[in-house]
Structures are given as structure tokens and as C-alpha cells.
């Protein structure tokens, strides 16, 4: 864990200072209907894996409480502050395009708001333990998360926000030796994420679903009110809301294609209605590069792949859209509300490519540019992360120093194709080789969370060494820095890692 420099607070004092965590109550504060109040179920001695100070400094938790027992304590579930609301919200949803009916916190249970002045309206996070028991919303399930699913959900939060990407952040996650059967028994865990709200797309359909109208409008009312206040001034703010969440998932999806993120799981109940990245569970960063790839194995009919992932985000909005309708009377209304969607996308998605190509301004054939590119990644199965990242060594007139790029491919000449093109396109922008690098390192990460990465801090936390989680941690934070200690964590992946498979299962 990455403890804050220069701070002077007692290991007693911090620890008493979580005891006192004053949370407010923004969504405990909706009508009894929209959740069901109850304990977290206890963890029989809890032990702190990883925690972000980056994550805790949000909330004013001060880094030295990380080591007292009242951190893992709290945060496991097992002693909760007097301000503590505790509850499991309820929600319905579409999941792999079905309609699956009520959902709802089946193992998440909502703690409260914290303040967070540093972060966007409105100024506070709700703080969350996932992994924290039994709710009426667990389904058969025991309400439990397992370590391996709790280390990916911390380490993959706080590397989406290294990146710049909109997301929940994760505060830290507590073990304990108690089991739990999944494939195979695995112990327990809690990942205590944090986010201004957990609303979802699936909790307006809950209500749209049941026919009840009047708890809709006291929703949608309530996320204008406390996430979006300036659409309250909207000539219909329903229709503003639903065109600025389409607008947000739309910037989203585009950040996740150009980093070559895949969520794995993209069903309404997974869609945060600020644009977050949401309920990490089988996501994978793409490494050889297949536009198809499926980075769920049990999604079979590769809905969420990565050539998916926009057009799905868009069939989300409209499901929203179907949700919003009592309230925005229109079809029309919510068909022109979700029209900025694809516009925005492909805006976005571009001018992020070019970002990424080092290209400052946008000429007409820049679509056949960007789009050869991916052909030849595509087949040569290129490592997506490298290469983007080695782009920026290229130097303008040395075609002799490609080998670093052309190594990557299996067919070097169609890379040596491209390139000239590029060089070409480089030079109508009198573009400057040392400027250009600068520009594209800061666009193309040079660390991911590629999975095996993960899969070896797992495999050290299950024997409790703790070590590499907090290590790649630490590198994931900083993804776009040389960090030349670390060069050994943005190399090609081992052969072994192509046998790892994530699914659902947590």
C-alpha cells in the first residue's frame, strides 16, 4: 500500500478517527421501497490485503489508519460506525439482452456518503462493501466475494482511474480465512469501492418494469437533484437527463476502445448513470489484438466483445430510454435525447485515435490511415499496448530503427506498408519527432493490467504476500511513466498466460 509522505497522525489516532467516519445519508433518504436495511454479515478475523491511499485521501481517510484494526474492522462489515446507514438497494435488469426481472445489491451493502470536496459534484462518494454477506436481493448466492475477484476489482478501479478513465474507485479489500464455494473453495473477501452514486440503468427499470410510476419520478428526481443539478433548469429535464447519460456512456465506451479495455459483463445493472466504469468482473485488457475477442468465456455468443462494446453501450441507453418514457411522454423525445450517441461516439473514439497516432489535426484520409492500421493489427494479432506505446519511437526519417515495431508483427511488410503512409501523414503536420513522443506517451499507457499480471499477485495473496498487489499497484497508477524498475511489467505476456480464463464467477 502506498502510504502518504510526511504525515504525522498516530497509527491510535487514525484508528479512532475511523470509528468516527461521519457518513450522510443521500440514497438512504429515498422512500423505504427503493432498498432494504440490514447488517453486513461478520468475517471472523479480518486482515487488510490492499488499500489506495490515493483512493482514501478522497474521503479524508488518513493512510495511517490502514495498519489499526479498526480499518479492517469497518470495512470488512464487521463494526459499523453509528453513522452508518446499511442497506442493499434494490434494481431490475437486462443481462446478455434478456430481461432478467429483479436484481438488486445481492452482495453490496451501502455504508453511507462520505465528503469528498476534491472530487466532482456532489462533493461526497458513497462508500460501498462488496463481498459483505447475505441481502434479499442474493439469489441462491451466499453474498460473499472470494479474494481472487475482490484483488482484480481493487487493482483494475484504481488503474482505471491511472488512466484517466471515469470509474468507481476501490478504498481497499479485507481478507479473512473463512470459505466459500465457488469451483473450488477460496476464502473470502470484501472490496470496499466507492462512487458519487451506484445508480444504475437496471434501477430505472426496476420501477418502469413493475409499473410504478410514482417511485420512477422519485428516482429520476433525486439523481437530477443530487448528480446532474444543472438540468433542473432544462425546458424537460427527463429528456436532458437521459440525452447527458448517453452523452457520458458514449465518452466512456470510447475511452475503453482506445485503451483496449473490455468489461465482459455489459448488462443494464451494470451501467453506472454517471458514465462509470462499473462492476468489474471478467474484464481483460486486450493484448494480442482481435477485434473479436470475448474476454468473458461464458459469454458464448461474444455479446460483449470488444467490436461490441459501442453498439451495446448504445442498446443500453435505449433500454434506459424505454425506462424514461413514462416521464418523458415521447417516443420521438426519447429517440432524439439518444441521437447524440453515436456522434459522440465516433467524435471521441477519433479524436482519441488520433491522440494516440500523435496527430494534431484531422485531415479527410485520416479514416483510411486508422483503419489500415487495425487491419494490420489485426492480423498479426499484434500486442495492442506495446505497440501504440513503441508508435511513438518512430522516428521520422530512419525507417532503419522500425525493428522494435516491425518485431511485433508477422507480417513485417504490411507493417512497412503502413508506415510509410504514416511517415507521410506525419509530415503534411511538420510534425517533430521529440514533441510527438512527449504527446504519445502520454496517450498510450505503457502499464495495463494485463491478466496474468493479476493472476501472479492473486496466486502470492492466496499465501498471504501481500507484496505484489501492492506493487502493481503502484505501477498502475502512474500507467503512462517509464518506471524503468518496473520495465518487466509492460513486456510481452509469458506463453502460459494465454490458458487463463475469467468468467462471472466471483
Not at 469501492?193 to 430505472?204: C, D, E, Q, V
Not at 439523481?223 to 446532474?228: F, K, N, T, W
Not at 433548469?233 to 476502445?257: F, G, K
Not at 471521441?348 to 491522440?355: K, V
Amino acid at each position: 500500500m502506498n502510504d502518504s509522505a510526511g504525515l504525522a497522525v498516530s497509527a491510535p489516532d487514525a484508528g479512532a478517527a475511523i470509528e468516527r467516519l461521519a457518513f450522510s445519508q443521500a440514497f438512504a433518504a429515498l422512500p423505504d421501497a427503493f432498498y432494504t436495511r440490514l447488517q453486513p454479515t461478520p468475517l471472523p478475523q479480518p486482515y487488510l490485503v490492499a488499500a489506495s491511499s490515493a483512493a482514501a485521501a478522497l474521503v479524508g481517510i488518513d493512510a495511517a489508519a490502514f495498519a489499526t484494526p479498526a480499518f479492517a474492522e469497518t470495512f470488512t462489515g464487521n463494526r459499523m460506525p453509528a453513522s452508518a446507514a446499511s442497506l442493499a438497494a434494490v434494481y431490475s435488469g437486462h443481462q446478455f439482452g434478456v430481461w432478467a426481472g429483479q436484481l438488486g445489491d445481492g452482495r453490496a451493502i451501502l455504508l453511507g456518503d462520505l465528503a469528498a470536496p476534491a472530487t466532482p459534484a456532489p462533493h461526497a462518494l458513497e462508500i460501498q462493501l462488496k463481498g459483505a454477506g447475505p441481502t434479499p436481493y442474493s439469489r441462491m448466492g451466499d453474498g460473499r466475494a472470494v479474494l481472487r475477484s475482490s484483488i482484480r476489482e481493487f487493482l483494475c478501479s484504481e488503474a482505471m482511474a491511472g488512466l484517466g478513465i471515469a470509474t468507481s474507485r476501490a478504498l481497499c479489500v479485507t481478507g479473512s480465512d473463512q470459505l466459500v464455494m465457488r469451483e473450488t473453495p477460496e476464502t473470502a473477501a470484501v472490496a470496499t469501492r466507492m462512487a458519487p452514486s451506484f445508480i444504475r440503468f437496471g434501477s430505472f427499470e426496476h420501477w418502469y418494469y413493475n409499473e410504478r410510476p410514482q417511485e420512477l419520478k422519485i428516482l429520476a428526481d433525486h439523481v437530477i437533484e443530487r448528480l446532474y443539478p444543472h438540468l433542473r433548469e432544462a425546458a424537460d429535464p427527463y429528456v436532458a437527463l437521459l440525452s447527458e447519460v448517453a452523452r457520458r456512456t458514449a465518452y466512456l465506451i470510447a475511452q475503453w476502445q482506445a485503451v483496449g479495455f473490455m468489461h465482459g459483463v455489459m448488462n443494464t445493472d451494470n451501467m453506472s448513470i454517471l458514465g462509470l466504469t462499473l462492476d468489474y468482473g471478467p474484464f481483460g485488457f486486450m493484448e494480442a489484438y482481435d477485434a473479436r475477442h470475448i474476454c468473458n468465456h461464458t459469454d458464448q455468443g461474444g455479446r460483449y466483445s470488444y467490436a461490441m462494446q459501442p453498439q451495446i453501450g448504445h442498446w443500453n441507453c435505449f433500454a434506459l430510454g424505454q425506462a424514461l418514457l413514462p416521464l418523458i411522454g415521447e417516443v420521438a423525445a426519447v429517440q432524439d435525447a439518444l441521437a447524440v450517441y453515436q456522434p459522440h461516439f465516433q467524435a471521441s473514439l477519433g479524436a482519441l485515435q488520433h491522440a494516440k497516432l500523435g496527430l494534431s489535426s484531422v485531415l479527410a484520409d485520416d479514416a483510411a490511415l486508422i483503419d489500415g492500421l487495425f487491419s494490420i493489427l489485426q492480423a498479426s494479432h499484434v500486442d495492442f499496448t506495446l505497440f501504440f506505446r513503441r508508435l511513438g519511437d518512430l522516428r521520422q526519417g530512419d525507417p532503419g530503427t522500425d525493428a522494435p515495431l516491425r518485431d511485433l508483427f508477422i507480417d513485417r511488410a504490411a507493417f512497412d506498408a503502413w508506415a510509410v503512409q504514416y511517415r507521410l501523414r506525419l509530415a503534411q503536420e511538420n510534425s517533430v519527432d521529440a514533441a510527438r513522443r512527449l504527446a504519445m506517451n502520454a496517450a498510450n499507457p505503457k502499464y495495463v493490467l494485463r491478466n496474468y499480471l493479476a493472476q501472479v499477485a492473486i496466486e502470492k495473496a492466496q499465501k498471504k504476500d501481500f507484496t505484489e498487489v501492492a506493487t502493481l499497484l503502484a505501477v498502475l497508477e502512474k500507467p503512462f511513466d517509464e518506471q524503468p524498475e518496473h520495465e518487466h511489467y509492460a513486456a510481452l505476456p509469458p506463453d502460459w498466460a494465454s490458458h487463463l480464463e475469467v468468467s462471472c464467477s466471483s
